[in-house]
């Protein structure tokens, strides 16, 4: 077993394409576009690594090794170039009653099994599975999570230290006074103001960047009262050192940690992946599914080995990255060098800058991701589908990302299969002979059982009923118990029954659940099932 997981995680690494843009093919242009977008994402970085890092209450510098780490891992071998991962708001939520009971060494335990888990995920190639996310789930994820990282950036509104951050915003603390929150609100909408504007004159720099960098500026040199980076915490430290979870290595510990490591996997890859796909359609990049698991699971191990938190992929950041021309792995690699290079050497000028400069870069994140468009569309599309965005949307700013996802898969799929369960009928007609033909029409599965049996009138039927499925499926366990159900009602009364026209992969279906199949004179490319056939005779060939 372990020998076929390590092969598949060789395969899965070796038949991914690395690299998007080769660092070696980059021009001096775009070399350049990738470093500065680097740094536009690093300055994102610190507020929110010190934000989630409160939330799951431990140190900031737990959540800025967190972002370190997991984001320059997953830079270097992850799925999508281009990707942001770091510390989320989506984990934080979790681990925070883990810490409160048992302690921060159990949190960086679980964070090990966590990458563990999904390693194996994606050596088992379990990545494939986000393509049965519907399209609208993916609308009610981008519109639920934009709204989220909006109520995220409230508590910066908030006197420091008031605020209880979780990962859907702030709620209880104190609004800054009126003398800090006049300029604060006009801070950032200059931040936004040029995010806007700048791009239609010159693309040098990356909008963001500017306008933290003139936001900055103005603070400083006008000497501006408004909250700083250095409100929320220190974030002065030194490099991130080896050290193994000092935990008991007893079942009890595995009995604790596993259930948490389980949930933050799952998170961690649903929204992973999720945004994957969101940034593969804006860079017209596909696949690297199975590889961003292992990589997201590959950072993780590393991350709790070195007093990180854990993180998974940044819709946000990714967000920023992307549109400030971030298409290589340089950008995600630079991000988190500059992150340490803050932590190490530059943290008290970092301290400097003026969180409205973020939150002015956030909420155009916030208005990018957003799907506008999905407005638009709620009247024209289904009304399930668009319930479904409605519902997946809600269910991401009241709980979290990966039950939202679950209740709209599951959502999608009941409605799929009341529609095909509606879908089933029949026309019949008499045959010269004297038997009477049943031609069904629609997926006969679990859903639509029930409405296979009715379709039959068994005491008015001919002596010989033959049952065609040319333009039907039988497509599970479900659906062979309503034809051994229907062939049961005939034999009963003394009636022949045949079944005709079964594709290959029914027969297959029929012959593992132990249904014999028995070639039929007039109907040579299909076959006939003859479970009653063999047994009692009923069945048998034309």
């Known amino acids: 077993m372990t020998r076929a997981l390590l092969a598949r995680f060789a395969d899965t690494l070796t038949s991914t394409e690395l690299h998007y843009k080769p660092i070696a093919q980059a021009s001096a242009g775009q070399l350049k576009t990738e470093i500065l977008s680097g740094l536009t994402v690093a300055l994102a970085l610190v507020p929110e690594a010190v934000a989630f890092a409160f939330v799951a209450g431990v140190h900031p510098l737990v959540g800025l090794y967190a972002a370190f780490l997991v984001g320059l891992v997953t830079a270097l071998i992850g ?15 979790v681990m925070v009653a883990l810490v409160a009971q048992h302690g921060v060494e159990y949190l960086f335990a679980t964070v090990v099994l966590m990458g563990i888990i999904q390693v ?3 050596a088992l190639g379990w990545g494939k599975f986000i393509r049965l996310v519907p399209h609208p789930v993916m609308l009610g994820f981008v519109n639920g999570l934009a709204i989220v990282i909006f109520l995220a950036q409230l508590s910066q509104f908030q006197v420091p230290g008031t605020a209880e951050v979780s990962g859907h915003g702030a709620s209880g603390g104190a609004w800054l006074p009126m003398t800090q929150m006049v300029p604060m609100l006009g801070l950032v909408a200059l931040t936004m103001g040029i995010i806007w504007g700048l791009p239609k004159i ?20 006008f000497g501006i009262d408004v909250p700083r980076v250095g409100d929320l915490a220190s974030i002065q430290g030194g490099l991130p ?28 890859l649903i929204e992973s992946l999720l945004t994957l796909n969101l940034v593969g359609e804006m860079t017209g990049q596909k696949g690297g599914a199975s590889q961003e698991c292992i990589a997201q699971g590959a950072a993780n191990t590393l991350t709790g080995f070195f007093g990180g938190m854990g993180g998974c992929a940044m819709i946000g950041q990714s967000m920023i990255n992307v549109k400030s021309g971030g298409r290589t792995r340089i950008a995600g690699v630079a991000a988190a060098l500059f992150l340490l290079v803050f932590i190490l050497f530059a943290a008290p000028l970092i301290e400097l800058i003026p969180l409205a400069a973020l939150v002015g870069v956030m909420f155009m994140v916030v208005i990018g991701t957003f799907a506008w468009n999905s407005l638009k569309i709620l009247t024209r599309v289904p009304k399930m589908d668009a319930f479904v965005i409605l519902l997946v949307t809600v269910v991401t700013v009241l709980e979290d990302l990966a039950v939202a996802v679950v209740v709209g898969v599951i959502a999608s799929a009941l409605e799929y299969a009341w529609t095909n369960a509606r879908r089933i009928h029949a026309k019949s007609y008499d045959t010269p002979e004297g038997a009477k033909v049943y031609q069904v029409q629609g997926p006969l599965f679990f859903g639509s059982a029930e409405g296979f049996i ?35 009602k005939y034999e009963a009364l003394g009636k022949r029954i045949e079944l005709r026209h079964l594709s290959r992969d029914c027969r297959w279906l029929l012959k593992r659940s132990g249904h014999l199949i028995v070639p039929a004179e007039d109907d040579p490319d299909y076959g006939i099932a003859a479970h009653y056939g063999v047994r009692t005779g009923i069945i048998g060939g034309h």
């Open 454 to 488: 009715e379709l039959f009138d068994t005491e008015k039927d001919p002596s010989l009923v033959i049952v065609d499925f040319a333009e039907s499926r039988v497509a599970d366990q479900s659906a062979l118990q309503a034809i051994e159900a229907v062939a049961g």
């Open 79 to 93: 799925g999508r170039p281009g990707m942001i991962s770091g510390a989320t708001g989506a984990l934080a939520v």
């Open 241 to 268: 050192s080896f050290h193994i979870p000092a935990v008991p290595l007893t079942l009890e510990t595995f009995e604790i940690i596993l259930p948490y490591a389980v949930i933050l996997a799952a998170i961690g």
């Open 120 to 122: 194996t995920a994606g």
């Open 202 to 221: 010159s693309r040098v720099v990356p909008a963001p960047l500017a306008g933290i960098a003139v936001t900055a500026a103005i603070v400083i040199g």
